[in-house]
């Protein structure tokens, strides 16, 4: 069922001066009334973290959630390879509008327009921000702040700390909030998590949260609720994704009315270290940036077993280069997957799984030289040796693709409010400014613009016009999340089953990669949909939970997560049977061109599906928001 159209709150004017003028136009607070409202910020990565200190920098109360012992621990240091920014430093034809044309096609046009605009102007102001905290950017001979390229782009606008960039960009975030902290303006709350979202009168009005260590539930009341969680990639069991990462807070926001957009782009990263057995239950990253000097081949002959130091070079298929010889080994990573797929499933696949491609980096070394090549890469040189107990300097690295971020999220507005007033969704929590495909090094610029320089003027613009209120936790509401919060976790011990918690994850893995992954059919997706409720019914009756809610048990904490995949991944799977096109991440087999390219259909899918939860027993709602592209004219992506 397809209901009404949603409205972005798309200011109006030409593009370039949207948000200047939006600015402009937003209602003020005055300084001596923001000590008056009070925010919630539900996680502390790059997103949460640099809202966290904007927010109280400005005057406003505070209090900050993680479910790391630290905000230094959330997942957002896992990053590496680097982060856009339109400043052309290289003078190599950079600028603003290149880095908007640059995303919304890499996002293979569904996008909104005036998103990406924002971000690409307010991306140079992040590095101007990020370098006054003292986050050590590589630097050239002169001085000047390095660059180097990454997949989607034909110039090199992406800022970097080694293979780093994550950690230092961070910590440079944690360093603020921690200033703050230690003034008393900000309340961290750490080894906790968001189990509900209190909703009174429409509007979100607080949280209730689970303490990890004591399991104690408590309540927070405040004038607005900022969820800056991250993605949901880990619903397929094997993810870059650290073990923690989950869905849960959005997914308790998407219950209690806040739509959830485009659930099915998701984005399988093509540089990663390859499955290496059965018990795995994570997958490690390596780096974009690494494609600037690697080489991608396999064998020519299907099924060569022999070691990539014995095949010639007449017998090797350096197939990027070839297919696409004007973006080559840097074309975008919904296309570097697919390709290093269609070469495995031709049986040219390497290593003893046969499940992978080489990344060669002999050619890089014998140009620049050894100290050159590890100046820039060393630590992610390093982390594959000694995982794989292969020298990358010596040996190709082997790769496959592997999930990594989700495109889709929470449907935010221009203001990045949910459709839930007074509930924002900040950086991979919301859907908003990468379309059906995320160009690499783009994750970290989102989370910081939305942190460091727009949810300050929005949410500004939101509480000039609700004024502060006497709600507080004493409200029946927040009695209501708390005793449903309680009676969730009591519900799942109270199965008493025989199967570990990660078998359920597992199987759920197992359904959304088979069928939900790089390549999807609609009969693959209606077995997904058949499956997944006989596996949630299952997790419901025979799961099992060692010890008791009263203190540290992980198990608990993870039932909880995987109770709200299985729900989340059902979503999934009716978004990319109901989405009858191939676009970014999202690529359906009925649907592509004779080149075995993405094949979009404009006509009926020029639109973001936003779902509306209707109830446990009930199919969700779709309502749609019209994407219009005035600025870049709708065609097919290129990258030949």
């Given at each position: 069922m397809t209901s009404k159209k949603l409205d972005s709150k798309i200011p109006q004017g030409p593009i370039q001066e949207k948000w200047e003028n939006?600015?402009?136009?937003?209602?003020?607070?005055?300084?001596?009334?923001?000590?008056?409202y009070k925010v919630l910020v539900v996680g502390t990565g790059l997103a949460g973290a640099s809202a966290a200190a904007t927010l109280s920098e400005l005057g406003y109360q505070v209090e900050a959630f993680c479910i790391q012992d630290s905000p230094r621990r959330a997942h957002s240091i896992a990053a590496q390879g680097g982060i856009n920014a339109a400043k052309n430093y290289t003078n190599d034809g950079d600028s603003i509008w290149r880095l908007f044309y640059d995303t919304v096609k890499g996002g293979d046009y569904r996008a909104r327009e005036a998103n990406v605009y924002r971000?690409?102007?307010?991306?140079?102001?992040?590095?101007?921000?990020?370098?006054?905290?003292?986050?050590?950017f590589a630097r050239d001979y002169g001085g000047y702040l390095a660059n180097r390229s990454f997949g989607g782009a034909q110039v090199s606008r992406t800022f970097y700390a080694r293979g780093q960039t994550g950690q230092q960009l961070l910590l440079g975030a944690y360093s603020s909030l921690q200033k703050e902290a230690s003034k008393g303006k900000v309340n961290i709350h750490t080894r906790c998590e968001l189990v509900d979202v209190v909703v009174i009168d429409g509007r979100a009005r607080g949280i209730v949260t689970r303490d990890i260590v004591s399991g104690e539930f408590k309540k927070f009341s405040a004038d607005a609720v900022l969820l800056c969680t991250g993605g949901y990639g880990n619903v397929y069991y094997l993810s870059t994704n650290a073990m923690a990462s989950n869905c849960s807070a959005a997914w308790r926001a998407y219950k209690k009315g806040a739509y959830f957009a485009n659930p099915?782009?998701?984005?399988?990263?093509?540089?990663?270290?390859?499955v290496h057995g059965d018990h795995q239950s994570k997958l490690t990253l390596m780096s974009e940036s690494l494609r600037n000097d690697g080489r991608v081949w396999v064998p020519k002959n299907k099924d060569d077993k022999r070691k990539p130091q014995d095949i010639p070079e007449e017998d090797r298929d350096y197939y990027l280069e070839r297919i696409y010889p004007s973006f080559g080994n840097l074309v975008p990573r919904d296309v570097a997957s697919r390709n290093a797929k269609a070469q495995v499933d031709q049986g040219k696949g390497v290593g003893s799984t046969g499940v992978a491609v080489y990344l060669d980096f002999k050619d890089a070394i014998e140009r620049d030289g050894r100290d050159a090549i590890e100046a820039r890469y060393g630590n992610l040189f390093e982390m594959y040796q000694r995982i794989t107990d292969d020298d990358p300097y010596i040996l190709p690295m082997r790769i496959y693709p592997a999930v990594h971020y989700t495109m889709g999220g929470l449907w935010v507005d221009y203001n990045l409010m949910t459709t839930v007033p007074g509930l924002f969704a900040l950086g991979e929590a919301n859907f908003s400014d990468h379309?059906?495909?995320?160009?690499?090094?783009?994750?970290?610029?989102?989370g910081l613009a939305d942190g460091y320089f727009v949810i300050p003027y929005t949410i500004g613009g939101f509480f000039a016009e609700n004024r502060p209120d006497d709600i507080t936790t004493d409200h029946p509401a927040f009695d209501e999340a708390m005793k449903s919060s309680?009676?969730?976790?009591?519900?799942?011990?109270?199965?008493?089953?025989?199967?570990?918690?990660?078998?359920?994850?597992r199987e759920l893995g197992q359904i959304m990669?088979?069928?939900?992954?790089?390549?999807?059919?609609?009969?693959?997706?209606?077995?997904?949909?058949?499956?997944?409720?006989?596996?949630?019914?299952?997790?419901?009756?025979?799961?099992?939970?060692?010890?008791?809610?009263?203190?540290?048990?992980?198990?608990?904490?993870?039932a909880a997560r995987v109770a709200d995949f299985l729900e989340l991944g059902e979503l999934m799977a009716r978004d990319a049977l109901d989405r009858e096109e191939s676009c970014g991440g999202h690529f359906r087999e009925e649907s592509q061109t004779p080149e075995n390219e993405a094949l979009r259909n404009d006509d009926d899918f020029c639109h973001v599906s936003a779902w509306e939860?209707?109830?446990?027993?009930?199919?969700?709602?779709?309502?749609?928001?019209?994407l219009n592209f005035e600025y870049v004219k709708l065609s097919q992506r290129s990258y030949k």
């Amino acid at each position: 069922m397809t209901s009404k159209k949603l409205d972005s709150k798309i200011p109006q004017g030409p593009i370039q001066e949207k948000w200047e003028n939006h600015k402009f136009q937003t209602k003020l607070v005055n300084p001596s009334n923001k000590r008056k409202y009070k925010v919630l910020v539900v996680g502390t990565g790059l997103a949460g973290a640099s809202a966290a200190a904007t927010l109280s920098e400005l005057g406003y109360q505070v209090e900050a959630f993680c479910i790391q012992d630290s905000p230094r621990r959330a997942h957002s240091i896992a990053a590496q390879g680097g982060i856009n920014a339109a400043k052309n430093y290289t003078n190599d034809g950079d600028s603003i509008w290149r880095l908007f044309y640059d995303t919304v096609k890499g996002g293979d046009y569904r996008a909104r327009e005036a998103n990406v605009y924002r971000l690409a102007q307010v991306s140079a102001n992040i590095i101007d921000q990020c370098a006054a905290q003292g986050v050590p950017f590589a630097r050239d001979y002169g001085g000047y702040l390095a660059n180097r390229s990454f997949g989607g782009a034909q110039v090199s606008r992406t800022f970097y700390a080694r293979g780093q960039t994550g950690q230092q960009l961070l910590l440079g975030a944690y360093s603020s909030l921690q200033k703050e902290a230690s003034k008393g303006k900000v309340n961290i709350h750490t080894r906790c998590e968001l189990v509900d979202v209190v909703v009174i009168d429409g509007r979100a009005r607080g949280i209730v949260t689970r303490d990890i260590v004591s399991g104690e539930f408590k309540k927070f009341s405040a004038d607005a609720v900022l969820l800056c969680t991250g993605g949901y990639g880990n619903v397929y069991y094997l993810s870059t994704n650290a073990m923690a990462s989950n869905c849960s807070a959005a997914w308790r926001a998407y219950k209690k009315g806040a739509y959830f957009a485009n659930p099915c782009f998701t984005q399988i990263h093509p540089t990663c270290i390859p499955v290496h057995g059965d018990h795995q239950s994570k997958l490690t990253l390596m780096s974009e940036s690494l494609r600037n000097d690697g080489r991608v081949w396999v064998p020519k002959n299907k099924d060569d077993k022999r070691k990539p130091q014995d095949i010639p070079e007449e017998d090797r298929d350096y197939y990027l280069e070839r297919i696409y010889p004007s973006f080559g080994n840097l074309v975008p990573r919904d296309v570097a997957s697919r390709n290093a797929k269609a070469q495995v499933d031709q049986g040219k696949g390497v290593g003893s799984t046969g499940v992978a491609v080489y990344l060669d980096f002999k050619d890089a070394i014998e140009r620049d030289g050894r100290d050159a090549i590890e100046a820039r890469y060393g630590n992610l040189f390093e982390m594959y040796q000694r995982i794989t107990d292969d020298d990358p300097y010596i040996l190709p690295m082997r790769i496959y693709p592997a999930v990594h971020y989700t495109m889709g999220g929470l449907w935010v507005d221009y203001n990045l409010m949910t459709t839930v007033p007074g509930l924002f969704a900040l950086g991979e929590a919301n859907f908003s400014d990468h379309g059906a495909n995320r160009l690499g090094a783009s994750a970290l610029m989102q989370g910081l613009a939305d942190g460091y320089f727009v949810i300050p003027y929005t949410i500004g613009g939101f509480f000039a016009e609700n004024r502060p209120d006497d709600i507080t936790t004493d409200h029946p509401a927040f009695d209501e999340a708390m005793k449903s919060s309680r009676d969730l976790f009591e519900k799942i011990m109270a199965v008493k089953g025989t199967k570990p918690v990660d078998y359920f994850h597992r199987e759920l893995g197992q359904i959304m990669w088979e069928n939900v992954g790089m390549a999807r059919s609609a009969d693959g997706l209606k077995k997904a949909i058949e499956e997944i409720p006989k596996l949630k019914e299952q997790f419901w009756s025979d799961v099992k939970i060692p010890g008791d809610g009263t203190n540290v048990n992980v198990e608990l904490e993870k039932a909880a997560r995987v109770a709200d995949f299985l729900e989340l991944g059902e979503l999934m799977a009716r978004d990319a049977l109901d989405r009858e096109e191939s676009c970014g991440g999202h690529f359906r087999e009925e649907s592509q061109t004779p080149e075995n390219e993405a094949l979009r259909n404009d006509d009926d899918f020029c639109h973001v599906s936003a779902w509306e939860f209707k109830g446990v027993a009930a199919a969700p709602e779709k309502h749609m928001e019209e994407l219009n592209f005035e600025y870049v004219k709708l065609s097919q992506r290129s990258y030949k």
